[in-house]
């Protein structure tokens, strides 16, 4: 007898509109198990949560995923806010693929105006075109690591115990007025700036979004838009480029202040990054650069190793290369009055599912423990949840000053 509100395979495939061998596939390969199984006819039954997860599944094949990606993306269970946020990147990313395919159709139609009219091939066209075909990987790329970002986020937003909140703190510290130029490092979607948009004090402020990701770049774009009324590009306070950390390409003594939000601990060369921010900095300009400290979201490491100790989150120690305890040392020898500021905050988190996010973001080996034990990292994670799991948070800036 078939419980109410669920389907059997065959009534879930053909409102899915595929196979029931393709149902089957995905069982077999643990990317869609069934909520069901009458153990005595081995019958599979779905729900519609399932029937949520097989879109995310259907969709990230179509865009190029291979079936490990998509396990890895579509693990958790589909509750309002995972599923909002998993179709708020979906949306993204078909976005990025549409501007993608455009620059491929203009780029073939202009090659193929070039033949008709010169009878010659344009190579430097054909060298264009075959660069935004292989745009593929970097596209999903970009979803995933715009995935593991926003799951890091929500955990903050959702439990961090400091109303202020982390963006607003660090505007503040930041102490703009009219008239600066200011360059931020490693900007990611512009979280600083669009979180404190009404605050941006007068228009004859300059403002460089920069990043080495030209997919963040986009998201800051994009995330700033609602913000300004109308197309960012024409704003003239903002510009946002692509570069390197190392390699700022402006002029000596261009900007008032400089700011890192958590780059330098990423940066392979930390003193040649510190070097170019010096030397871009008009003397007596400001320098502002957060990171962490050796105690930050510790009690995570202690859950997922307690549950399998082979579990390793990181495999480096960001703390170590630029840390709180560190970090005024590695300044030293490039700035002065050197000032340290902590963020007063911790984590109080009561449900499993914002918990679990954030912990298959990480970039460590955990996915290759958790997969297949889903469910029962599920329950204990639960289970530690259930009274309010406590996450220690120490997190801070440095505030410097140019020796030039």
Excluded at 35 to 54: F, I, K, M, P
Excluded at 240 to 248: E, G, N, R
Excluded at 347 to 374: F, K, T, W
Excluded at 391 to 401: D, S
Aim: net charge negative.
């Amino acid at each position: 007898m078939k419980l109410p509100g669920y389907y059997s395979s065959g009534e879930f495939a053909r409102m899915a509109n595929v196979t029931v061998r393709t149902i089957r596939y995905y069982d077999k390969q643990n990317i869609l198990k069934p909520s069901y199984v009458n153990e005595a006819t081995g019958a599979r039954y779905y729900t519609d949560a399932d029937l949520v997860q097989l879109q995310q599944i259907l969709l990230l094949k179509y865009l190029g995923f291979s079936l490990d990606d998509i396990k890895e993306l579509t693990i958790e269970d589909a509750d309002y806010h995972i599923l909002r946020n998993q179709l708020d990147l979906q949306l993204t990313l078909i976005q990025d693929k549409i501007e993608q395919m455009q620059l491929v159709q203009k780029a073939i139609e202009d090659t193929t105006a070039a033949i008709d009219q010169n009878q010659n091939i344009n190579w430097k066209q054909m060298l264009d075109l075959i660069h935004l075909t292989g745009m593929e990987n970097s596209l999903k790329s970009q979803y995933q690591n715009a995935s593991n970002i926003t799951s890091r986020i929500r955990l903050h937003n959702l439990y961090s115990q400091n109303k202020k909140g982390w963006f607003p703190w660090v505007f503040e510290q930041c102490q703009i007025q009219p008239g600066m130029h200011i360059l931020e490092i490693g900007c990611g979607n512009g979280s600083l700036w669009s979180e404190n948009a009404s605050l941006i004090p007068g228009k004859d402020i300059h403002i460089v979004l920069s990043d080495i990701s030209r997919g963040m770049i986009r998201d800051a774009r994009r995330m700033l838009l609602p913000h300004s009324g109308h197309n960012i590009s024409r704003d003239a306070r903002f510009s946002f480029q692509v570069f390197p950390a190392d390699h700022i390409p402006y002029e000596d003594n261009t900007f008032d202040l400089v700011i890192a939000n958590h780059v330098l601990f990423y940066c392979e060369d930390i003193p040649a990054v510190c070097r170019e921010i010096q030397r871009v900095l008009k003397p007596a300009g400001r320098f502002l650069c957060s990171t962490y400290g050796s105690h930050h979201m510790k009690e995570i490491t202690d859950l997922v190793q307690e549950f399998d100790s082979r579990i390793v989150l990181s495999g480096d120690k960001l703390y170590d290369q630029f840390g709180l305890e560190n970090g005024a040392e590695i300044l030293h020898s490039f700035f002065h009055q050197i000032e340290i500021q902590t963020y007063p905050d911790e984590l109080i988190v009561d449900s499993a599912e914002p918990l679990i996010e954030y912990i298959l973001s990480c970039h460590g080996n955990q996915n290759q423990y958790l997969l297949d034990r889903y469910k029962d990292f599920r329950t204990f994670v639960e289970k530690k949840t259930k009274h309010g799991f406590h996450i220690t948070k120490e997190a801070g800036i440095f505030l410097t000053v140019n020796k030039n």
